[in-house]
Nanobody
Framework: VQLQASGGGLAQTGNSLRLSCVVS????????MGWIRQAPGKEQELVAA????????YYPDSVRGRFTISGDTARNTVYLQMNNLKPEDTAVYYC????????????????WGQGTEVTVSS
């Protein structure tokens, strides 16, 4: 199983970034996907989760209305569209996958990508 994340970078407050995660090595329609972020000095946070077949499932209050997760099965790619970015969104973002939604929600998925760093300046 491989998860290849990209799209991070430097953005100004209020701007947008789109993260991508190309997946391989498993049947995507049988997995849940998510994005977990790790900010310096803070606990990990699940910021979005989706099932390939059922659409978006979860956003925390901190990003709801600003972030959108989506999947493209033809490209085996999951996206995280991040709009109206805030300095508190600064973190390393990890693409994750698991057949169990419960493990995604508990932030203990089996498979993690390498992380892509997002920095939002004020």
């Amino acid at each position: 199983v491989q998860l290849q994340a990209s799209g991070g970078g430097l953005a100004q407050t209020g701007n947008s970034l789109r993260l991508s995660c190309v997946v391989s090595g498993f049947t995507t329609t049988r997995h849940y996907m998510g994005w977990i972020r790790q900010a310096p000095g803070k606990e990990q946070e699940l910021v979005a989760a989706v099932s390939w077949s059922g659409g978006a499932l979860y956003y925390p209050d901190s990003v709801r209305g600003r972030f959108t997760i989506s999947g493209d099965t033809a490209r085996n790619t999951v996206y995280l569209q991040m709009n109206n970015l805030k300095p508190e969104d600064t973190a390393v973002y990890y693409c994750v996958a698991d057949p169990s939604f419960a493990r995604i929600m508990s932030m203990s998925p089996n498979d993690w990508g390498q992380g892509t760093e997002v920095t939002v300046s004020s």
